[in-house]
């Protein structure tokens, strides 16, 4: 799976957070992406988890602290 590069924005018009750079994302670390586990089921029917690469969904992919979330 390709990973994305940050985003400049995230997709909040004047978003005040968007403009500061002192504080990364404390959920991906200011990487922009992050990787939660998501429910697969097998061939048997058994539910297990997988991990996936995301673009962090907390900060937009920004890399950036946004509060509120």
Do not use: F, K
């Amino acid at each position: 799976m390709p990973v994305e590069t940050l985003r400049a924005r995230c997709e909040v018009d004047g978003c005040e957070w968007c403009d500061r750079s002192d504080l990364p994302c404390r959920y991906c670390g200011g990487t922009g992406q992050w990787r939660p586990e998501r429910p697969r089921r097998d061939a048997a029917g058994v539910i297990g988890w997988i991990r996936v690469l995301e673009q962090c969904r907390m900060c937009g992919g920004t890399g950036r602290e946004h509060n509120p979330l």
